[in-house]
């Protein structure tokens, strides 16, 4: 036997590091399998199942019926258009990025930009959701869709989907009332999911207006077939008689919205209404129902339902008449005049004027060293309550202000619903500004003084109200003093037209208003429109109504920057420095049934610029009343189709002028010169 020498390992010990180092191996080879099946089974179980399961079962989306919106007697205003939109399921777009995208690039002319844009798109959805499809065009024209199928069998994992897109019929007419839709935002998707909702990526959903605020039972419920795929999602169509009775879950159609509006006098309040800019709207005396409405300029909900491009918006945001804010309830004014029932009323509640109290008109009221004036220079003389607001005095106001002072006035206005929103939650809405003496300590420099309450009182200074609310103020006046919720929903129908839901008149609050202090504010609002002298006389007489229909009403124009020494006409002044024309009234004032305010945004006068719409609407109204009485209701269902003539517009020199507002330069307590609101040298006001 040879002894071992130094440096040699026996056959044993090179056997046994061998077998160490193959018992390591395995050991590692066995912890990378436990790691691998870890990340297989455990964190990507669900991805692997579902790719499993979708070689074989996809399940495609049925998309429920939008709900329609109609107006009072069934007309519908918006309802659904068929469309088709292109989609990639990133799992089943085999070289995706090399060939498919590329191919719908060409055949759907997108350049640079546009096709980078979806590829992150449907990269994020690889990560993300492999199986959900991603829309990459919606609403197809046709010869987009012939494209595309004429070309599906290199198109691995594109499809063409029938997708309803919205479709507003009514143009820009009701636009601030019924909103529009667009595609649903990443942060909406996680947040509205989480809460239970069942949305999908490029799915749209409901802005602003009837369409946002019903958005929950509009949209309905979708539904699901399953089919037979192949790896590259391509159906099976002999093997889908193969997945049983559960193979499709039908989709239940949202509900129907039923509007308190009637198209028929929604389309006179338009073509009565001459503003470029402005609102009109009629409610419902006696149950706060909104009956027309119309926020001029309007936009065209059909263009921003879907992808708006960068372009069509930023003309929408450069326009300087700002058509995307509701002017009825999300924009504020000084009413002017037509404040001076709000006066009134604190005036008489005070106990310190009663309807006989008489002011002498000499043309102006000094206060201090100053001269607030009467928009009739000459006075006009001792006057009554009555007189008073059949004249649309300023002197008799001023009295009032500097008698009772700020507070007691801002105290009716509150109640009656100003500085605060109405409620109406359809549509977007400010507060209005309604101030006090409080108000005033903190907002104006120096604090509160005595002549803040004297433009208050005529509805300038710092007094702002939105058309809405001073509706509602004189429906209370012509009401006895409800307070109503305004609404435009009338009620909710399903698709065979069974009524889900119906909405019941809302009073808010019940204002203590002695009834003889209505009675004369009434009286003094009738003497406005039904007597020689009244501010609205003349478009009474021009109005068509007959001489014993009984109009209760007040105009007012509206100050927008200070006056001169000289008083210039409408037509010498440019557009964004013209006076606001306002109407609002009631009618029949024996037996109210319909308000209407009218604001002619840089009309002119109300007593010629607003009061003839406000007629117009109130005639029509009680002419369909009439009809409807005698006539057979009309078949429901029926498409509405627009038949009104173009809005007014400014010509091209006044748009170069009016790029941006020029600033209010009436100060709180600064005295006021009332505009003549007839437009002529004429002693009528207002």
Request: proline share 7%.
């Amino acid at each position: 036997m040879t002894p071992p020498t130094i440096g040699n390992t026996t056959p044993g010990r090179d056997l046994k590091r061998r077998f160490l180092w193959l018992g390591l191996a395995m050991s590692l080879g066995i912890v990378a399998l436990a790691i691998q099946l870890y990340r297989l089974q455990l964190i990507r179980h669900e991805e692997y199942a579902a790719k499993s399961v979708a070689n074989f079962v996809k399940e495609v989306r049925l998309r429920a019926d939008r709900g329609v919106i109609k107006d009072a007697r069934g007309t519908i205003l918006v309802d659904s258009r068929p469309s088709f939109d292109a989609f990639v399921t990133p799992a089943f777009c085999t070289d995706c990025f090399e060939q498919v995208i590329p191919r719908l690039a060409e055949l759907l002319q997108w350049d640079a930009d546009q096709r980078k844009k979806i590829e992150d798109l449907v990269r994020a959805s690889r990560r993300n959701a492999p199986f959900q499809p991603v829309p990459v065009r919606v609403d197809l024209t046709r010869d987009e869709y012939d494209r595309l199928n004429a070309r599906r069998d290199i198109l691995d994992g594109v499809e063409v989907v029938p997708v309803p897109h919205r479709n507003y019929r009514a143009d820009t007419v009701l636009s601030h009332v019924l909103g529009y839709m667009n595609e649903i935002t990443q942060e909406e998707l996680e947040r509205l999911n989480g809460d239970g909702a069942k949305y999908a990526l490029g799915d749209y959903i409901g802005r602003r207006g009837l369409e946002r605020y019903f958005e929950s039972k509009l949209r309905g419920q979708d539904g699901v077939r399953k089919e037979v795929v192949n790896a590259r999602g391509q159906t099976i169509e002999e093997l889908n008689d193969k997945l049983g009775e559960n193979a499709v879950i039908p989709p239940t159609a949202g509900s129907n919205l039923v509007l308190s509006l009637d198209m028929r006098l929604q389309e006179e309040a338009e073509r009565a209404f001459p503003g470029v800019t402005g609102a009109v709207v009629a409610i419902d005396v006696n149950t706060g129902f909104i009956r027309a409405l119309v926020s001029r300029p309007g936009f065209d909900p059909n263009l921003l339902t879907g992808r708006v491009t960068p372009s069509q918006m930023a003309t929408l945001a450069r326009d300087p008449l700002h058509p995307m804010i509701n002017r009825v309830a999300a924009e504020h004014y000084s009413p002017g005049s037509t404040f001076k029932v709000i006066s009134q009323l604190a005036a008489f509640k005070s106990g310190l004027f009663r309807p006989e109290t008489v002011v002498n008109c000499s043309g102006g009221y000094r206060l201090g060293a100053r001269v607030w004036r009467c928009h009739k220079e000459s006075g006009h003389g001792p006057l009554d309550a009555r007189g008073a607001m059949k004249a649309s005095c300023d002197s008799w106001f001023y009295k009032v202000a500097d008698t009772i002072g700020l507070d007691p006035i801002a105290e009716m206005g509150k109640l009656l619903g100003l500085g605060r929103p109405t409620g109406i939650g359809v549509v977007a809405e400010v507060p209005g500004i309604m101030p006090s003496s409080a108000y005033h300590d903190k907002a104006s420099p120096g604090g509160y003084t005595k002549g803040m309450a004297l433009n208050s009182a005529m509805g300038q200074g710092d007094v702002n109200v939105t058309p809405l609310q001073l509706a509602l103020v004189y429906a209370a006046v012509a009401n006895g003093g409800k307070l109503y919720k305004p609404q435009l929903v009338q009620r909710l129908e399903n698709l065979d037209g069974q009524v889900m839901e119906e909405f019941k008149p809302e009073v808010v609050s019940k204002v203590d208003i002695n009834p003889a202090h209505l009675k004369a504010i009434v009286e003094g609002l009738e003497a406005v429109a039904q007597e020689p002298g009244g501010t609205s006389y003349r478009a009474k007489l021009k109005s068509g109504l007959p001489a014993d229909f009984l109009v209760a009403a007040k105009t007012g124009t509206a100050q927008v920057t200070r006056i001169g020494t000289v008083r210039l006409k409408t037509h010498q002044m440019s557009y964004f420095e013209r006076d606001h024309a306002w109407f609002a009234g009631f009618a029949p004032a024996d037996k109210p049934e319909l308000v209407v305010v009218v604001l002619n945004e840089h009309g002119g006068h109300g007593g010629v610029d607003a009061a003839p719409t406000a007629l117009a609407v109130m005639k029509k109204y009680f002419e369909l009343k009439a009809q409807d009485a005698t006539s057979p209701p009309p078949r429901a269902n029926q498409p509405y189709t627009p038949s009104l003539p173009p809005a007014p517009s400014l010509d091209e020199a006044a748009l170069t002028r009016a790029v941006v507002p020029p600033p209010k330069v009436v100060s709180p307590g600064e005295p006021i010169q009332p505009p003549s609101e007839t437009g002529d040298d004429s002693a009528t006001a207002d």
